[in-house]
């Protein structure tokens, strides 16, 4: 094998296992904090010296979460519960999870009565971001979560401890920027599924060590002569996630080369740093203020569909694939509207509508082919 292709394995083996990686976290004696969508404070656990674990469902299908959910809330949410249900978190210390959204709200309190043994971290975020009030809450909202975390862990975090781990965090955020820009540049040095592999790795990883590995793999991108996958398209996914091993198949086998992203699980995670000036607590507060283009976070003059557009003409993409998340309504009411405006710039765009329990994807391989060739 290549060298990329061994450091490319190496990130896959951990984004397909990641319980193997919770379970080495507890035998090396470490408590674990499982870390939901979205934009949580992860930096609060790494500076208590626990690990942050990522939890974003996993496909798979429903029984116990049935008991809980109605069939159609997102299925991000059920089968997150449904693993805590099963007893797969089981090793968690805390589970840190958002109310961002009106599904993500019942979840916080299913995984109260459902899931007692794993305690629930609630994050409490304000959607009127950008005022003084918003701030001041969203400080506020940090510092109970920080208490929380600090009576798990059993010390607690100094502003020394928060101003290391903010700095880790802020050099892991530039090494997937980076690493995202040099597949822009070369997006046939991995398939879609390799690209996908390294990023969800990172929520199962020191983010240290995590950006030690990107870094090289990267500058291997940077010295790659692979500009394209044979006969593939230039493209810019957008949406909340697009992990599941059925897309990932269609999107290799029609040759794809994704450009740029913008999905909630990928490139919005990494988009903002934390400023490194003042409290480091009202620091994360800052960061979260600032996030915008994002369909759960309030914005009433809907800027994502401008900001996809600047994304996917900077990537030189020749069209963009929403991948819709089924029964998430905050995408759902900004799918129009997106793709009135990517028409409006010229740029071809489709949706494929995706379920974590989906397990076939024939249709999602109909409507991408017959995308690719309308699309030119």
Known sequence: MSTIETRTAEFKDIADNPG??????????????????????????????????????????????????????????????????????????????????DTLKPLTQNWQLGVPQVPAIVVSQPQN?????????????????????EDIAGKKISDEDLNQAIAVYNDWR?????????????????????????????????????????????????ESSADMLPGGMKVV???????????????????FGIVADDVA????????????????????????????????????????AKHLIKIARDAGAEGVIIVQAKFCDPEEFDVPIIREALSGAGIPSTVIEVDQQMEAFEQARTALQAFTELSR
């Open 174 to 222: 530039a090494a997937m920027r980076a690493f995202i820009a040099a597949l822009g540049t070369h997006p046939g040095a991995l398939a879609p599924s390799e690209r996908s592999s390294v990023i969800k790795a990172s929520y199962f990883m020191d983010k240290k060590q995590h950006s030690e590995k990107v870094k090289e793999l990267t500058a291997l991108i940077g």
């Open 20 to 101: 193997r990686q919770l379970k080495a976290c507890k035998t090396q004696g470490k408590k674990a904090i499982g870390v939901g969508p979205y934009y949580c404070p992860e930096e609060l656990v790494y500076a208590a010296g626990m690990v942050p674990f990522g939890v974003w469902g996993s496909s798979g299908n429903l029984t116990l979460a049935q008991q809980y959910f109605p069939p159609f809330y997102c299925s991000l949410a059920q089968r997150t519960l449904e693993m805590g249900l099963q007893g797969q978190l089981d090793d968690l210390d805390g589970m840190m999870m958002t109310t961002l959204c």
């Open 265 to 304: 699980h990928e490139s919005r995670a990494w988009a903002y740093d934390v400023p490194t000036d003042g409290d480091p607590l009202e620091a994360l507060a800052k960061r979260f203020c600032a996030i915008d283009n994002c369909s759960v976070l309030y914005d009433v003059e809907k800027n994502r």
């Open 129 to 149: 971001r950008k005022t003084e009030a918003g701030l001041d809450y969203a400080k506020s909202s940090y510092g109970e979560v920080k208490a929380q975390i």
């Open 237 to 255: 996914i957008s949406g909340i996630h697009a992990d599941m091993p059925g897309l990932l198949d269609v999107f290799d086998e029609l040759g």
